[in-house]
């Protein structure tokens, strides 16, 4: 499947999340293509739009914030339709004091994007200096190319990922708040899946916002006894009176069960859009 692929997109460089699920998507289909590394998530999304030969992997949910909207938004308004999730990974989050110094209680600044700092407020507020010099960057791979610009006491926050990347001491591990917070990415493209018999598919539906509209949804489920994993919904617009609901489950469109399924889906729903079916890796 991925073969056909010569590009993959990562959201953020420097040793970002992204970065290290493409790591992982590599050495698991043993693949090398390629990167291009982009700022924004909308920006990714457009670069695979425009060029069916590449991939991204972006992320799509974390543990304490949920499901991250602008992937899903603009994931299923591309304009190749058949753009969708080629497959999915968790990635155990893990933000790191990283320094070129090898001693913590040396660190008297510290070079961090605003995310980042929000992130570990706690760690920074308890466990670091109080006279902390801190300066703001705009990502991960600032900060790091920003520290050859101070001296030795001063560090960052990144990933192990970027500690390998530019040579770095990695001084204190898991500082974000959230101790127990995984990352969930998705690959999208333009390419197809094979069934694994460990699958699960991913749906848009668009719906009337009416009373008893998501019970009519949830009940198509029951009769096939399919397993939701997931389901959100949204209103289409400010002024609309249509929502979209999107839900997550297990098996793939290529089940016969499931063709059914999408089969009866259909009449309640004004719309539906098949974003993905995928396995884990």
């Given amino acids: 499947m991925f ?6 997109i990562c ?3 420097g040793g970002s999340y992204s970065e290290i699920a493409k790591d992982k998507l590599f050495k698991a289909y043993d693949l090398f ?3 291009r590394s982009l700022n924004g998530i909308k920006e990714c999304i457009d670069y695979v739009d425009e060029n069916s030969n590449a991939i991204a992997i972006l992320p799509v949910e974390t543990t304490y914030k949920g499901i991250i909207r602008e992937t899903i938004d603009n994931l299923i308004t591309t304009k190749n339709q058949n753009i969708q999730i080629l497959a999915e990974t968790v990635i155990p989050v893990n933000d790191c004091i990283l320094s070129k110094t090898t001693e913590f209680y040396s660190i008297s600044g510290l070079i961090a ?6 992130k570990c407020k706690k760690f920074i507020r308890e466990e670091m200096p109080r006279q902390l010099n801190v300066v703001v960057a705009e990502s991960m791979d600032e900060s790091a190319r920003m520290l050859n610009n101070y001296n030795l006491t001063y560090s960052i926050i990144g990933t192990p990922k970027t500690a390998e990347l530019y040579n770095l001491n990695i001084l204190k591990e898991h500082i974000e708040d959230y101790k127990i917070n995984n990352r969930r990415l998705i690959v999208i493209g ?5 069934p694994t018999g460990h699958d699960k598919t991913s749906i848009v ?18 009769k096939y006894h399919i397993n939701i994993t997931q389901i ?13 609901v999107f839900i997550d489950f297990d098996g793939h469109k290529e ?14 729903a004004k719309g539906i859009r098949i974003i993905g079916s995928y396995t884990s890796f």
Avoid: C, H, W
């Fill in 190 to 194: 333009d390419g197809e899946t094979k």
């Fill in 3 to 8: 073969e056909d692929f010569n590009e993959v």
């Fill in 33 to 35: 293509m390629y990167q």
């Fill in 255 to 268: 089940d016969d069960t499931i063709k059914k399924l999408i089969e009866d889906l259909t009449p309640p």
């Fill in 11 to 13: 959201l953020g460089m």
């Fill in 205 to 222: 539906l668009f719906l009337d916002d009416r009373q008893g509209a998501l019970l009519d949804i949830v009940q198509v489920f029951v």
């Fill in 113 to 118: 994007n605003p995310n980042a700092l929000a």
């Fill in 232 to 244: 959100n919904s949204k209103m289409v617009s400010t002024n609309s009176t249509e929502q979209a």
